[in-house]
């Protein structure tokens, strides 16, 4: 009668205690990712809900008051917007529009007016002259791995990079703030252009990926386990 016993081997012991060091490192620094990241997301939809602000004279860090709710009042551009290409919320491809829209004191936002649809023949009018707009701050927009680059002497625009378009409307950096504001939606429901097309692009899989760490650590563990009696019952 042959006796199990568990002999995985030192080498085996200190490889798979390195490995499940790593393992359980990274789905607990994802775990603490969760909260966090959570009331990010309920910071950013309660800011979306919330009443506009009218926006600062100066404000320094756009990126700290990002998807909040803002007004102002302007002066619109009478030039032709920009047409930047992009999908709207339910993924259809088209053009998002923007031009400048002149505060009092001179200083421009550069607005996102709404989105229309690629095939739409000719665009909307758009607001021209003295304007008070309500919308959502956004950053300035970030290239992706695979974004062409833009082509303004073509028209050919694939990112809205405040700081192109405002160099299109003949804008020093000085003349502009630097970041977005997407324009509220007007007008009847299906009017166009589309306004409040704001995209919450902030992931958060940290529950998946702690999952899937913690997941392969008991896997490794499991192989572990059996490779150490399997070793055993084969020098037996």
Known sequence: MSKTSFHPGLALTLVT?????????????????????????AAIEAGLAAAPEPLPVHLDDPAAVAYRRFSLDGTASSADPVRVYGTNLQ????????????????RAVIVNFGWVPYELDSLPPLPTGPISIRGVLMTNAVAGSFTPENDAENGNWYLADVHEIATH???????????????????EPR?????????????????EY??????????????????GYKKDSENA
């Open 210 to 227: 702690m999952l899937t760490w913690f997941g392969i650590a008991a896997g490794l563990i499991g192989v572990y386990v059996a490779f």
């Open 91 to 106: 993924g259809k491809a088209g053009y998002h529009l923007y031009k400048p829209v002149v505060r009092d004191f001179g």
């Open 17 to 41: 205690t390195l490995a499940l060091t790593v393992l359980l490192g990274l789905g607990i620094w994802q775990a603490q990712k969760i909260g966090p990241k959570n009331q990010m997301v």
């Open 191 to 207: 009017a166009l252009p589309k306004g409040s097309q704001v995209r919450i692009n902030i992931p958060n899989n940290h529950l």
């Open 169 to 187: 409307y003949g804008l020093d950096s000085k003349d502009y703030y630097h970041f977005r504001l997407f324009a509220d939606h007007s007008g």
